[in-house]
């Protein structure tokens, strides 16, 4: 999959990313449009988007508040992937 700079970055992302507001456990009033995955069925999904080639995520903490960020860093942990977070 050919990927892309976004802006002025050197950094590469494919064009579609993956988004995880599934991920939410059906919790908060974004969650609750849902029904809640198994932590086996979302680290699934972030493995098939890995295979084919997607390398960014779209989450928030407003997603279940906060359960989609940790239903991704679970199935992330899978693949030792490891992140950074400067809060500044």
């Known amino acids: 999959m050919n990927k892309r700079k976004?802006?002025?970055s050197n950094i590469e992302i494919t064009p579609i990313g993956l988004g995880t507001r599934q991920f939410s456990k059906a919790k908060g009033f974004i969650g609750g449009f849902w029904k809640?995955?198994?932590?086996?069925?979302?680290?699934?999904?972030v493995k098939a988007a890995l295979e084919g080639g997607i390398n960014w995520?779209?989450?928030?903490?407003?997603?279940?508040?906060?359960?989609s960020e940790r239903g991704?860093?679970?199935a992330l942990k899978t693949f030792?992937?490891?992140?950074?977070w400067w809060p500044t």
């Open 36 to 45: 809640s995955l198994f932590l086996q069925t979302i680290r699934s999904v």
């Open 72 to 74: 991704l860093a679970d």
């Open 80 to 84: 030792r992937t490891a992140t950074k």
């Open 6 to 8: 976004p802006g002025k």
């Open 57 to 67: 995520f779209d989450t928030a903490e407003i997603y279940g508040r906060g359960n």
